[in-house]
């Protein structure tokens, strides 16, 4: 569940930022998200005497990602969940018969300019929409952000659910999870090593009785 709770102060414009508190598992997969970003990106050149957590510019750029954060949640919590899905249901549908009555079928983009040029204003929506505007407020922010959304998230999310191999690694990976076989696979406890003894039915073939052992070994 997601909560409101306290609100803090946004040192770059000073509005009150409502702080939302999020499931502490996600919460722990952004903190590492953002310490990677920050090790890759930012330790290469920033290196202070203090340690990770007491450096200034690591405390204010998660200050920064956290408000972020809780913004975005905010706004998607607005939003009309199935009034979306049955929209974007309605659009592949009349896009899989529009692409089934057409003989020849053309690529919307001609070129990879076109395709980054389109993922840049939807860059310039998402942020507009998502984040708060202390991050896109100034036109250097904005355009920054829009670029590493564009080509380090867009188009390379495109790519890569586009792509056959991984298609077609979800799909397999999507019917080993939900098969029966599966399922009883992991129900289904080994069976116990056999005994001598079957339901009191007698010994199996398998098992050969002591004395005929003792014949073979004498004849030998």
């Not at 502490?24 to 990677?36: D, G």
């Not at 920050?38 to 202070?48: A, D, G, M, N």
């Not at 922010?141 to 890569?160: A, D, F, P, S």
Request: glycine share 2%.
């Amino acid at each position: 569940e997601i909560n409101h709770t306290n609100s803090a102060v946004d040192a770059a414009d000073g509005k009150v930022q409502s702080s939302i508190e999020l499931d502490p598992s996600l919460r722990q997969s952004l903190t590492k998200v953002f310490e990677c970003t920050y090790s890759q990106f930012i330790l290469l050149w920033y290196i202070p005497p203090e340690p990770r957590e007491d450096q200034p510019l690591y405390k204010t750029l998660l200050n920064e990602f956290n408000m972020m954060v809780d913004h975005a949640v905010g706004k998607f919590r607005q939003l009309d969940i199935t009034r979306i899905e049955l929209g974007l249901i309605r659009i592949l549908t009349v896009h899989l018969r529009a692409v089934k009555k057409e003989k020849k079928r053309e690529k919307i983009f001609l070129t990879r300019h076109e395709e980054v040029c389109f993922l840049r204003r939807t860059s310039e929506a998402l942020i507009y929409h998502l984040l708060p505007d202390s991050l896109w407020k100034l036109n250097c922010y904005r355009h920054i952000l829009k670029e590493v959304v564009t080509l380090k998230v867009l188009e390379e999310m495109i790519n890569t659910v586009c792509d056959a191999d991984f298609i077609n690694q979800a799909l397999i990976t999507f019917l080993d999870e939900d098969s029966p076989e599966t399922n009883e696979a992991k129900v289904i406890p080994e069976a116990p090593p056999k005994t001598g003894d079957d339901d009191g039915r007698g010994k199996p073939e398998f098992n050969i009785p002591k004395e005929k052992e003792k014949k073979k070994s004498n004849k030998k």
